[in-house]
């Protein structure tokens, strides 16, 4: 279940209040206010409040730099200014909390961003909920041969259906045995603190998660890009509709100088303007190791 009665309950209820306020607001962020965008099978992100717009981002830019900005036409070229030169204390004074419901081990990769104000639904008080993630028939994939944390070739037939039911027979044993040791009808059994640690990483907890505009672009870069996990790209890439219809310009800038652009070292930023002299160029000449030669191709060799 995506979300319970009592949940949407709530949400129609938040919903429907509508409140004057001298604050500023962005129309595209009130639409997603409260509405939870479904992610993977059991997961959700939902906006629960705001600070902010592209306007507060000139606002602080043009307080902190004073005269040096009256050269700049309109917010939006400010805006795009900012991000080509790498400012961030102007995208600092937005912030956005999310309440996130996401699979523990993919939890566990998000907070590595340590950047957020967390708060997280805890097991020690509560019972969690029999939802596991179990991976679409087109997500089960082998270990990459060249990628040490990524995938590789995707299993098919009986092997891919073995190991999908090991995913749905473990993570429903793990937690039934969770269930008996907790207790059930009243009798007393063992602390909720200690039956969880047996439950498997792919079960759902929940959190809410608040950070700045700032930060935030820089978990997007990192986890809506190709080669990120599916699980939390899947997550990064929603989040990223959301803010496109909250800060339109500032996303804008961030897609352009960010999300599409590519970092070039010092070795293949030479290696470029040889090229462009009409120097023949290789691995063996360009002073990369194998693996910088292989990525700078990618770079430059696609379409």
Known sequence: MLLSSEQLAEIEEQRAQVTQTRRVVSEGMED???TAHQVLDHGFVRV????????????AARVSYGKGTKSVQNDEGLIRYLMRHWHSTPFEMCEVKLHVKLPVFVARQWIRHRTA????????????????????????AAQSAV?????????????????????KADSSRCYDNYEAMIGQNGQQGLARELARMNLPANIYTQWYWKVDLHNLFHFLRLRAD???????????ETMCKIVADWVPFAYRAFEDYRLGAVNLSAQMVSC???????EEVTRENSGMTARE????EDVIRES
């Not at 030669?293 to 700078?296: K, L, M, P, T």
Request: glycine residues 6%; charged residues 25%; aromatic residues 12%.
């Open 147 to 167: 990628n040490n944390q990524g995938r590789g070739e995707m299993l098919t037939g009986e092997e891919a259906a073995r190991v999908l039911e090991i995913l």
């Open 117 to 140: 104000n967390v708060n997280e639904y805890s097991a020690r008080y509560s019972i969690l909920d029999r939802e596991f993630y179990i991976p679409a028939p087109e997500h089960i």
């Open 293 to 296: 030669w292989r990525e700078f």
């Open 32 to 34: 997603h206010l409260y």
């Open 226 to 236: 190709p080669h990120a996990q599916y699980e939390i790209r899947i997550y990064a």
């Open 48 to 59: 629960i409040d705001y600070m902010g717009d592209d306007a507060a981002i000139c606002q």
């Open 272 to 278: 470029l303007r040889r090229m462009l002299s009409g």
